[in-house]
């Protein structure tokens, strides 16, 4: 229950932080960033200063001499849908667990889209979609979201980011950006992340802990993995493991960030000790890189 309040209290703060990030950031969050295909045209109008210039319709704009932009619906109501991974593996952390920071980011990102009007919905995961709630607007259904992020208990502790991929691919009847939290510690899933990118505005915040990318020298310790219960004794007096051990992760985080990159999808690092701007920042950034060059960053 003080668990459970403590979230709540961390919530407010966030709401009050992100409300003062999105009134300098808020244009980048406004416009759609998808182009080409797809996109449903809406009507004709003036245009407007901010508006892209790109839009401008020419043959409008040269009859009646005064500018106008073709606007698409998707530029005016736009819909977000978090992928929250639940697994085992969350519950990890040497301050704070990537549980909390991912629920602070999800909350930083959400609240920013509500103040523009826009839906939102929630997916949380493990090896199963553990819950699925479809995309609405307003505060009272974005408190629902975090209410249910808050309350969750999986029912299992290992991860599949691949299925719920392919889960939110089916369900989601119009175009979306979708914005996975995860530590991404799952087996392949980069194909089904590519495919779901040929539709969707894909973005990855990946979660860490300063210990899973180095290991201080505490003698022999036990490792478990939160998954699988897997345990193996570790001597981190040996600074040859400490550096392999670093190297290793280093690697690892290198080849996930090209492989996101390869598949189409926008790629957000953080660690559990980061502040929850950072993800919100690096996501309007990416968003107008977005609608500039036709491509994530």
Known sequence: MDYRASLIRKLKKIELVTRGLVS???PGLHHS???GKGME??????????DDVRSIDWKVT???????????????????????????????GSKETKQEKMLEVTASLAFAALN?????GLCLFSDRVEDFRPAGRGRKHLISLLNTLIGNVPVSRNTDIAGAARFIG???????????LSDFAAPEFLPELRVLARR?????IRVADIREQEIPDAGLIMLEDPETGEQILADTSDTAFRDRYAALAAEEARALASGLSRAGVGNVFLQTTDSCDI???TFFRAMKWRRRYGRVL
């Not at 009859?63 to 990890?92: C, K, M």
């Not at 089916?170 to 996975?180: A, D, E, F, H, M």
């Not at 969707?200 to 990855?204: C, D, G, L, Y």
């Open 24 to 26: 300098g950031l808020q």
């Open 33 to 35: 960033h998808f182009k």
């Open 41 to 50: 045209f809406a009507e004709i109008r003036e245009y407007v200063a901010g």
């Open 62 to 92: 040269a009859r009646y001499n005064h500018p106008f932009i073709r606007e698409y619906a998707e530029e005016r109501d736009q819909t977000f849908y978090f992928l929250v991974d639940v697994s085992g593996s969350g519950t990890f």
């Open 116 to 120: 523009n009007n826009d839906r939102i």
């Open 170 to 180: 089916k369900v989601l009847p119009r175009r979306s950006s979708v914005i996975i």
């Open 200 to 204: 969707h505005e894909v973005i990855a």
């Open 279 to 281: 993800p919100l920042i």
